[in-house]
C-alpha cells in the first residue's frame, strides 16, 4: 500500500470507481457533448435554432437528507434528488436543461458506492433529458467520519431571450396552479429526522426507504406547459414554502391568495405534524405539503390529478 494509500486517499481506488461509473455517465450524453470522461473540463455545443441563447445556471445539493440515505445504506436515489433540486429551480426561468455536474465528497471512496451514487445521478439526468458531463471525486479522511459522503450539482441550461419567464408579466386575475410533490422532496429534513425516531417509524410501520422517496423532476412537466399555455410564471416550492416561494417572483403591485383547502397533502405530512407536534402554518413554510412546483397563467388551462387550481393573483 503506498504511503498515500495509508494517509487515506486510494488513487487505484479512485480510478477503479471511474470505470464503474462509465457505463452510467456515458448513458447520459446526445449529440452536443463534445467529449468524453476523463478531460479536465465539459464541452457542450449550444444546440441549434435559438437565435438569442442564454445560458442559465443553478446549483444545490440534497441537505440531510443524506444522513438517512448514509444511516441506512440506500444511496442509490439521492442522486436523483441532486439533479431535481438544481433542474427544478432552473425550469422556473423557462429553460430547458442541458447538462449536469456533480461533486462527491467522501470519508474513503468505495467504488461501488460511487457506482450506486452515480447511477442515482444519471438517472435523474434522464428524467431531466439532460447529460452528465463531469463530476469529480474527493476522498478526504479527515473531513468526513466513516462512511459519511456530501453531494452538491451544478446545472446548465438555456432559453431564448424572448422567452425569459421571470414573473413580471404576472397580472391581477392570473390563477395559481400547483403541480403535485412526490412527498418530502428534499426540504426539511433536519425536523423530519427529529420527528422519525425508530419508535415512530415501527408505530406507522414505516422504514428509511419510505422517508427518501425522490423529488420529483418537473422538467416535461413545464416544458409541455409552456409549449401549450401563456405561463407567467413558475416557482418551485421548496423551503419556506407555498407563500415565500411564490412571492419571491411577484411583481410590485400585486398579491398572492392561496386556498389550501384545494391541497390534498400525502399522509407523511401529516404523520409529521402529529408526532412533532408542528402546527399547521410552520409546515406550510418548511415543506411543500404536497404541491412540489407551481405556475401561473392568465390562461384558463383544464384541471387534472397532475394540475391543481390552488390560487390567485389580486
Known amino acids: 500500500m503506498s504511503e498515500y494509500a495509508k494517509s487515506g486517499v486510494n488513487i487505484d481506488e479512485g480510478n477503479r470507481a471511474v470505470d464503474l461509473i462509465k457505463k452510467h455517465v ?15 473540463a465539459a464541452m ?14 443553478c446549483t444545490d445539493g440534497v441537505g440531510t437528507k443524506l444522513k438517512i440515505a448514509i444511516d441506512s445504506g440506500i444511496v442509490d436515489t439521492v442522486g436523483i434528488d441532486l439533479v431535481a433540486m438544481s433542474v427544478n429551480d432552473l425550469i422556473c ?19 461501488e458506492t460511487m457506482e450506486s451514487i452515480i447511477k442515482g445521478i444519471t438517472d435523474g439526468c434522464k428524467q431531466a433529458n439532460c447529460a452528465l ?7 478526504m479522511g479527515d ?9 452538491a450539482g451544478f446545472a446548465v441550461g ?14 391581477k386575475g392570473d390563477t395559481v396552479y400547483g403541480i ?24 406507522y410501520q414505516l422504514t428509511p426507504s419510505d422517508l427518501l422517496t425522490p423529488t420529483r423532476i418537473y422538467v416535461n412537466t413545464i416544458q409541455d406547459l409552456i409549449s401549450n399555455y401563456k405561463i407567467n410564471g413558475i416557482a418551485h416550492i421548496t423551503g419556506g414554502g407555498l407563500i415565500e416561494n411564490i412571492e419571491r417572483i411577484l411583481p ?29 402554518d410552520e409546515m406550510f413554510r418548511v415543506f411543500n405539503m404536497g404541491i412540489g412546483m407551481c405556475v401561473i397563467s392568465s390562461e384558463d388551462i383544464p384541471e387534472c390529478e397532475d394540475l391543481i387550481k390552488i390560487g390567485h393573483i389580486s
Open 180 to 203: 403535485p410533490s412526490s412527498g418530502i422532496h428534499s426540504n426539511g429534513y433536519s425536523l423530519v429526522r427529529k420527528v422519525f425516531t425508530n419508535e415512530v417509524l415501527k408505530k
Open 93 to 111: 426561468c423557462g429553460a430547458k436543461p442541458l447538462y449536469f455536474l456533480d461533486y462527491i465528497a467522501c470519508n474513503s471512496l468505495i467504488p
Open 26 to 40: 456515458q448513458s447520459t450524453y446526445d449529440n452536443n457533448v463534445l467529449n468524453s470522461i476523463g478531460h479536465f
Open 158 to 171: 438555456v432559453v431564448e431571450k424572448d422567452n425569459i419567464i421571470d414573473g413580471q408579466s404576472i397580472r
Open 44 to 57: 457542450y455545443e449550444i444546440p441549434e435554432g435559438y437565435k438569442k441563447p442564454i445560458l442559465v445556471s
Open 252 to 280: 410590485k403591485g400585486v398579491s398572492l391568495s392561496i386556498d389550501f383547502d384545494k391541497i390534498k397533502s400525502p399522509n407523511i405530512f401529516t404523520i409529521i405534524q402529529n408526532e412533532g407536534h408542528i402546527s399547521k
Open 133 to 139: 458531463t463531469g463530476g469529480e471525486m474527493a476522498e
Open 143 to 151: 473531513m468526513y467520519k466513516s462512511g459519511d459522503f456530501d453531494l
